[in-house]
């Protein structure tokens, strides 16, 4: 990619990591306002940002972004013909946030690789607009020669706010409890408020459970937004069947949060009743499918009691043993794949959320 503009000086490179998530109760509800209880996990979205100042005319802000896919590199946007796309807007909107006026000439190259598989409720939207986002930002930042005046909570300040702007454009309405995850890694219970300003995150810094996760792709692709947009329309069209059911979802997701913070509640089979309850009511609300159902039949035979996890409709499902359990794996795993359906290994808690590193000609520095 840098044969491209061998004509431009490179100024340095700027990278951000950043977590997926698995939402263990609270999907849906949390949108209308009732709390959410989520986990990040060790599935990363990275992006690296080159940074290229131009001497050549005309003076403009230039952005293009590519995409590593096994090896393959391939364009997600380029300047031009590509300006309604939602990647135009976030880099308009930062660029006017960062009252970065057209007299500059500037390169940004950014590459974005995951391991978060799209559209399986892994908070894969999230990740990329977070990590975007802070490659964006940082690498205005290193051009404008600032990165010595950047702060971990000023950069986590702006990065929210502009993830919050793609994710808009990528979902209907999202309640931000994706990004807030992801930002911050580890735990946490979630509340949106009436303005992203008001959302209440509380961190669980010692949230120990005695379960053990597992957690199943469909390989059914869906989008969320189809998903948070079917069950606006439940809203509009059935309102009191939608209420009861986010109500009750929300009473749900408050006693499984009890469960993770207070020890002397913890009882790991009503837990596992409750998780059971949780997928009984997601399903009411219509955001279960035939897959899901499918892998839930799987994993009771094992024993192990699960939910759907993300905007549902396909995607996830995540599964709960206590530690005392023993699950044949290998026979698991058989049964699953003979369905078309993988069991993911290895996934576990990520306690960290978004990283950055900055690099010039003459330094290196971790945020
Ligand atoms: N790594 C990525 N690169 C580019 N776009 C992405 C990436 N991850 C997510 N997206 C965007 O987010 C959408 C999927 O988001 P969503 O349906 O919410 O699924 P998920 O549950 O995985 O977040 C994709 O259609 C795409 O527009
Ligand atoms: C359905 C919802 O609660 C979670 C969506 O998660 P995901 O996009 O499927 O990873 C929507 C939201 O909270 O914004």
Redesign the pocket.
């Known amino acids: 990619m840098e044969g491209k503009v061998s004509k431009e000086r490179k100024i340095g490179i700027a990278k951000v990591r950043t977590p997926g998530k698995v939402i263990i109760s609270g999907e849906h509800s949390v949108v209308y306002h009732k709390s959410a209880l989520v986990m990040a996990i060790n599935l990363f979205?990275e992006a690296q940002v080159t940074v290229f100042s131009r001497e050549e005319q005309p003076p403009s802000i230039e952005v293009k972004i590519f995409?590593r896919v096994s090896g393959e590199v391939i364009c997600?946007y380029e300047p031009g013909e590509t300006n309604d796309q939602?990647e135009a807007k976030l880099i308009e909107h930062i660029i006017q946030d960062c009252n970065l006026i057209p007299q500059h000439k500037i390169t940004l190259l950014v590459e974005?690789s995951?391991q978060?598989?799209?559209?399986?409720?892994?908070?894969?939207?999230?990740?990329?607009s977070i990590a975007l986002s802070g490659a964006l930002y940082l690498g205005i930042q290193l051009y404008l020669g600032n990165q010595c005046n950047l702060t971990k909570a000023s950069l986590n300040h702006k990065v929210s706010r502009y993830a919050d702007v793609l994710e808009r454009l990528?979902?209907t309405n999202p309640s931000g409890v994706?990004v807030a995850i992801s930002l911050n890694g580890g735990m946490l219970t979630f509340l949106k408020g009436e303005t992203p300003a008001q959302n209440q995150i509380t961190l669980l810094p010692d949230a120990s459970n005695s379960l053990n996760m597992i957690l199943v792709n469909t390989n059914k692709a869906?989008?969320?937004?189809l998903t948070i947009e079917a069950v606006m329309k439940l809203r509009d069209e059935q309102k009191e069947r939608f209420e009861n059911l986010i109500a009750k979802i929300g009473k749900l997701t408050e006693l499984v949060i009890e469960q993770y913070t207070i020890p002397e509640q913890q009882d790991q089979l009503l837990l596992l009743q409750m998780i059971e309850e949780n997928h009984f009511l997601l399903k009411e609300l219509g955001v279960s499918c035939t897959e899901i159902e499918t892998i839930l039949q799987i994993l009771s035979k094992f024993g192990i009691s699960a939910k759907l996890t993300?905007?549902g409709g396909g995607?996830c499902v995540v599964g709960f043993i206590t530690k005392e359990q023993v699950v044949e794996d290998d026979s698991l795993q058989k049964e699953l794949k003979q369905s078309g359906f993988s069991l993911f290994s290895g996934i576990e808690l990520s306690q960290g959320g978004m990283t950055f590193e900055i690099s010039t000609e003459k330094e290196i520095s971790k945020l």
Request: no cysteine.
């Open positions: 979205t995409q997600l939602k974005i995951s978060i598989p799209i559209g399986a409720g892994l908070g894969s939207s999230a990740a990329y990528i979902h994706d869906r989008n969320s937004k993300g905007a995607g």
